[in-house]
């Protein structure tokens, strides 16, 4: 079983950058895809990013590639968004989630305009 941890959220203007980090416990992290998801106030969780467990293949949503990146360190067991050129509907608590089905405690973001 894999326990997430997910950090690095804030306040940030709009056009800044964050890099959001989710830690996870676990010798079998390294088996398993990760992802990011996010909820605005008011609205459905809705897919942000993926990484296979090797980190080889990734996919983005429409509504943020090209300013977020995901990637992972399987050697220290985080996985990042590092995310450029944010904007206020970038607003949302950002959750990582293992294939595993494990899901960590979320960490808000926010951008002002």
């Known amino acids: 079983q894999v326990q997430l941890v997910e950090s690095g959220g804030g306040l940030v203007q709009a056009g800044g950058s964050l890099r959001l980090s989710c830690a996870a416990s676990g010798r079998t992290f390294i088996r398993y895809g990760m992802a990011w998801y996010r909820q605005a106030p008011g609205k459905d969780r809705e897919f942000v990013a993926s990484?296979?467990?090797?980190?080889?293949?990734?996919n983005h949503a429409d509504s943020v590639s090209g300013r977020f990146t995901i990637y992972r360190d399987n050697a220290k067991n985080t996985v990042y968004l590092q995310m450029n050129s944010l904007k206020p509907d970038d607003t949302a608590i950002y959750y990582c989630?293992?294939?595993?089905?494990?899901w960590g405690q979320g960490t808000q973001v926010t951008v002002s305009s």
């Open positions: 990484i296979s467990w090797d980190g080889r293949v990734t």
């Open positions: 989630r293992s294939d595993s089905g494990e």
